[in-house]
Each structure stands twice: as C-alpha cells, then as structure tokens.
C-alpha cells in the first residue's frame, strides 16, 4: 500500500509534527496540509483580497491599515470559507508572533496573559501579537470585554473568527473597535480547483490518487462551499478506494462509488441561535407567501433535518394562515391551528406529515392580507388619537343610572330588521365613513367583497 497515509519524514511546511528522536508522527489532516501560506494560495473570497483591501495590508504587515496602526478584525462567514486560514497568513507579516486561542476552551485569565505577553513582546522586542480567537460568539460579555483593552490600545491585533451573525454575538464596542468582514461560501469552482490542487500538490495528495469526473462533482456538492469538508471528503474517498484495491499501481483511482462510501450524506448548516434560524425561517415564510409550494417544502425540510423545533414551525404557519392567506381561504387558519395541536399530540417524525400538509395548503391556498392591514390601519388611527369616544346607543346601559348619562338610548336591536342588520351608527364621531378591511377579488374574498359594499350600504344608510 502507499505511504500517502503513513508517517513519513517531516517537513516544515507539511503540516507534520515531530516528537523526541526525530519520528514524525502520522501525517496531518489534508485540510490542514492544504492550508495557504499567503493570501495568492486562498482560493475565493476576491470581495475581500483586491489590491489595497485591509486583509493585504494586514497580511503585508502595514502600518496604516488603521489610523495608528494595523486594525483588529472580525471575519464572519459559514465554516470552511478560509477564516482560520485568514488568520495564519496574517500572523505570517514581517514583525509578528502569532497566538491562538480557541473560545471553547480559553476564559477572561488566558485573555489576560496573552495581553500582558503582547506588552512584553511590542516594548522589548517591537513585535505585534496577532491574537487569533476561534468562535468569539462562544464568548459571554465578560469575556469579550476582556478584550477590548488590548484592542482598543492596539497591543494586539485581534482576528476573531465566528460563524455567527457578529451583530447578535459580539459585543457592540468589540464590534465598532474592529472591521467586519464578512467571507462568501465557496463556489463549485472554488471546491472543484482546491480538490484537484490537493490531488497534485506534493503536500497534498501527490499525484497518487485520480478523481473521476462524477466523483470530482460529488465531492464538490457533498462540501456545500466548505472547504475543509470537501478536502476531508477527499481524503476518506483516497482511503476508501486503496483499501478497495491495495496491490493496484499508483495513481489509483477515486470513482463515484469510492466517493459515495466516503461520505455518504452532507451536514447540514443550520444555526438554530443565530442568523441561519431568521434566514431560513424568512425564506420559508417567503415561500409559503409566495405560493411556491415546492420551495416552502424545501425549507420545511431543511428545518426539520436541522432539528428545529416543530412546534416553532407550527406556529409559524398558524401566522401565516392569518396574515397572508386571510380571509382568501378561511379554512387555511383552521388547517394550521389543527396541524399545531396534532403535532403537539403525535411529535416526530410522523408531524413531519401534518406539517408538509399544511404548508402545501397554505402554500395553494388563495393570498389576501386584507385582514392584517385593516387591524394595522385601525391601530394607526387609535395610536394617532382618532376615535374618540363611543355613540351613546353603544354604551353598557345595564348598571343605575346609565340611562340618565343616555346609555343606550336610540339603540336598534340588529335581529328586529330586515336580514338583521340596523341602519346605525357603531364607530366614533370622526371615523364614521372609515374603511378598515378592504377585500380583495382573490378566492373567497372575491363574493365576501361584494357582501360588505352591500352591508355598509345599509348601516350607513348610503
């Protein structure tokens, strides 16, 4: 079999480690061996490389990046689109000791000791401490405010890295003390090239492995723009075809059915505490208002594999029922308040039925959001000041005395007219002739509009 996956003599550059004796230890990860080493080996995020962009005065080790000197940075993107990769090709500027901490594992003291070594290292030495932390959103208050000193007065330069939504995870003063970027998913393109780079690069693969072209693009869509995946994808597709013919001459071949085994179902990215959750849900949302039933069922899905909580689902739609399908479809708000209670009474995964039932109903269902703009503009009007007081024959009549205030007086009792409906006065002074509710010609609403030109006619006695 081939050494490609066994110990061999290290190299500064390969991403091995060495321990006493000079015996290096197994070969590092190929997402690791694939790292860059300077910002021309990153493959994508060009948004953010151009000449003259803050990440290449950064990595340049300028000194006007920032008005006296290099600026912290927040890089905010999915994982596998380059930020720890950032981060190194930073710290490797001319003049610069690079030192990582990881937001699982680090607390307010190492924050501390690391600002207290970067003094050190600035005033002896004339050294800047790129300070690179991982997950900064794992990081309460406290602990990101213990950082704030350091970058404030520039002892280091931090890179923090999150796959967060920074303007719900970072502090607002770390948040303004540094730049946002923000790094794009990777495109097929950007896999496709980084996966045959790694099969040829002798710190990579070396040329002992061929993709077929199906597994190329099953790698590719198994990654999902995440880089690290697909260049673990890669490795366990590498693994599974020698194993599969160990006595074959290099290079051997990655087919589809080596790439299959490998990894056979892609993560899914789904952060249900942060943006991903009010994207998704906005997208879904959108589609069900939209009448895309196939879309709407897509994004149910992915909610659902992501372990959202079916009931918040539920919820959603028994909102939606009301404020987009209305009275169009009356029966769409009952569909959506049954679905609710019986996935509440069943659970998972037979609600995910009765959820894919109701959002193709809503979904189908005829659109009108005339209702939820009558209660908003009747709202306005109340929060505006309009409607002030109430018409006499409207008011309670039934305690003493109410009928000397003239409570009730003039009062016509609907069920003694013709079809049960009164020629009378029911809104205030300065709102009579106002309309709230507006029907539209779509679904039920097109014979409900009809019925109400009918009845304001005759209470209004037009």
């Not at 260049?231 to 599969?244: N, Q, R």
């Not at 979904?363 to 007081?389: C, E, H, L, W």
């Amino acid at each position: 079999m081939s050494d490609l996956f066994s110990a061999a003599q290290p190299d500064p550059d390969s991403g091995e480690d060495t321990v006493s004796g000079g015996i290096s230890r197994a070969r590092s990860p190929l997402a690791v061996r694939m790292r860059p080493r300077s910002l021309e080996d990153v493959v994508g995020q060009e948004h953010l490389l151009g000449p003259g962009s803050p990440l290449r005065s950064l990595a340049a080790g300028s000194a006007d990046v920032g008005p006296a000197g290099p600026t912290s940075a927040i890089l905010w993107g999915p994982p596998g689109t380059g930020k720890t990769t950032l981060a190194h090709v930073i710290s490797h500027g001319p003049g610069r000791k690079f030192v990582e901490l990881s937001a699982i594992t680090s607390g307010v003291k190492d924050v501390r000791r690391v600002m207290e070594e970067a003094l050190t290292e600035r005033d002896l030495y004339g050294r800047t401490t790129v300070l690179f932390l991982d997950e900064i959103h794992r990081f309460n208050k406290a602990q990101q405010d213990a950082l704030l000193p350091g970058v404030e007065n520039r002892w280091v330069v931090l890179i923090a890295a999150t796959t967060e939504n920074p303007s719900f995870s970072v502090v607002s003063p770390l948040l303004s003390r540094s730049l946002l970027l923000t790094l794009k998913p990777l495109t097929t393109q950007n896999i496709g090239d980084l996966l045959q780079r790694a099969v040829v690069q002798e710190r990579g693969l070396a040329s002992k492995v061929r993709l077929t072209d199906e597994a190329l693009e099953h790698l590719v869509r198994l990654a999902a723009g995440d880089a690290r995946r697909g260049l673990t994808a890669l490795e366990a597709a590498a693994g599974v075809a020698y194993s599969a013919a160990p006595e074959a001459t290099e290079p051997v071949e990655i087919t589809l059915e080596h790439a299959e085994k490998a990894l056979d179902v892609a993560a899914l990215r789904y952060d249900k505490a942060g943006d991903q959750h009010y994207d998704v849900t906005s997208a879904f949302i959108k589609s069900l208002r939209g009448s895309d039933v196939d879309a709407a069922l897509h994004y149910l899905a992915r909610m659902l594999e992501a372990g959202e909580d079916p009931r918040f689902i539920a919820r959603r739609l028994v909102i939606s029922a009301s404020e987009d399908v209305g009275m169009a479809d009356p029966t769409a708000l009952q569909t959506a308040v049954a679905a609710a209670q019986a996935v509440q009474l069943i659970g998972m995964p037979e609600g995910r039925i009765i959820l894919a039932e109701a959002v193709v109903h809503l979904a189908t269902a005829p659109k009108s959001n005339a209702a939820y703009m009558g209660i908003n503009a009747a709202i306005a009007d109340v929060r505006a000041g309009r409607g002030q007081g109430i018409p006499p024959g409207l008011r309670d009549a039934h305690y003493p005395g109410a009928t000397q205030l003239g409570h009730g007086n003039g009062y016509v009792y609907s069920h003694d007219e013709p079809h049960g409906v009164a020629r009378q006065q029911y809104a205030p002074d300065d709102l009579v002739g106002r309309n709230y509710y507006e029907p539209t010609l779509n679904g039920a609403e097109r014979e409900l509009q009809a019925r109400i030109e009918k009845l304001r006619s005759i209470i209004r006695g037009q």
